[in-house]
C-alpha cells in the first residue's frame, strides 16, 4: 500500500494506521523523516507492507519519485499496490503530476512485479483521471473499474 | 510502565538504532560499546536481525530490530552461535523478544536448547538410500563408524571422569592433614598458655609473700624507733624534774 506521508489530521495515513492498528508513533516518525528526506521509505514487516511517499504541491512532474516508488515495489516484490495519493483531494485536481504519474506507469507494464494495481480516486475527480487513463492505457481501458 | 515503552514508536537509521541499543542496554544489564553501526550492519548480513526497512537506498530499523540487536548481543556473551541466535530472533513475535529481554534466564535456556538442537540432534547426511546392496554396505560402514566414534568418546569420557575422582580424593585427604594439624597445633598452643598462666601465678604469690615480709619488718622497726623515743622523752623529763 502507498500512501502520502501526511502525519497530520484526518489524512488517508492516520485513517490506514488506525484501521490496521499499527503504532502510530512509528509511522509518524518515518511520515516525518520522509518528509524531511524527501525519501520513499519501505515499512516492509507492517501487513500490508506500508509504502510511503513524500508530500507533493501538486504542481510538478512526479516522475523521480515514481522512479523511487517502483524500487521500493520492487524491493518488496509488490504484486498488488493500492495506490491511494488521489483518493482524497483537497484542492484542485494536480494534473501534471497525476499525468506524470501514469505516463510512468504505462512505461513499466513488463518490467515491475506488480501485477495488480488499486487506484484510489476522489470520486469527485473521477471522470478527469479516467480522461487521463485513457490516453495512456487506451487499450487495457477494460480493466478500469470504478468501485463505488 | 515497562522499561522498553519509551522505544517502541523508534523508527530511525542504523547509526540511531545504536545510540537507542546503548541507552536501552544500560537498564537490562548489558555492556554497550559493542553496539556498534558496524555490528549491526554485520547482523543484518548474517541475518540476524529482520531485513530492515528502507529510507531511499538506507536501512532503516524499528522496535523489533532493537530487541533483536540486544538479545543478540547477551546471547553472543553467553557463547551461543549466530546461527541459533538467528533462528531464535526470527522466529519470535514483538511480543515473545520483548519477554525475552526483559526475562535473560527463560532466553538463554531457549537460546541453549537451540544450540543443542543445531549441534547434537541434526542428523549427519547419509548415503542416498536404494536397495542396491553398495549402498546398505554404505550406510552399515557409516553406522559402524559412528558406533566407533561413540565409543572412543564415551571411553576419553571415563578416563576424564576417573581423573576427576583422583583429583577430588587426594584433595580431601589434603584437607583431612591439614584439619589434623591444625588440631595438634592447638593443643599444643593451650598448653604453653596455661603452664605460661600457672607459672605466672606462682610468682605473683612470691612476690606477694616478699611484700608482705617487708611491711612486718617495717612495722616492727617502727615500733622499735617509738619505744627508744619514749624513753629519751622520759629521760629529758627526769632531768628538767631535778634542776
Known sequence: MTVTANPMGMAPLQIITSKFSWNSLRVHRAATRVNRFSKVAVLRDLNPKLILVPRTTGEKDASELMDELLEATESVQSEVLNFTHYGYIQEKLPKIEVESVLRKLSEIKNRTSIRVFIWDIDSRYQAEIKDMYKKYFSKSLVHLEAVQ | MSMVEEFKGFWGT????????????????????????????????????????????????????????????????????????????????????????????????????EKYREEVVTPKELPAMSSSPVAIANVLSEIKDLKQTMNEEVQEIQKTQYQIDKSLNNLIETQCEFYKRMESEQVEMRHVVLSTLERMALMIEQQNKEFRYQIDMLKKQAASAQDEMLVLLNKQQENRFFK
Open chain 2, 14 to 113: 542504523g547509526v540511531e538504532l545504536s545510540e537507542r541499543a546503548k541507552v536501552l542496554s544500560g537498564k537490562v544489564g548489558l555492556k554497550s560499546e559493542k553496539l556498534t553501526e558496524r555490528l549491526i550492519r554485520f547482523y543484518t548480513a548474517q541475518g540476524v536481525l529482520d531485513k530492515p526497512d528502507r529510507l531511499g537506498r538506507e536501512a532503516a530499523y524499528h522496535f523489533r530490530h532493537l530487541l533483536q540487536l540486544l538479545i543478540a548481543r547477551r546471547l553472543v556473551d553467553e557463547g551461543v552461535s549466530l546461527v541459533a541466535i538467528s533462528k531464535f530472533n526470527l522466529n519470535k513475535s514483538t511480543d515473545e523478544l520483548e519477554q525475552a529481554l526483559l526475562n535473560p534466564a527463560k532466553d538463554a535456556a531457549k537460546a541453549v536448547i
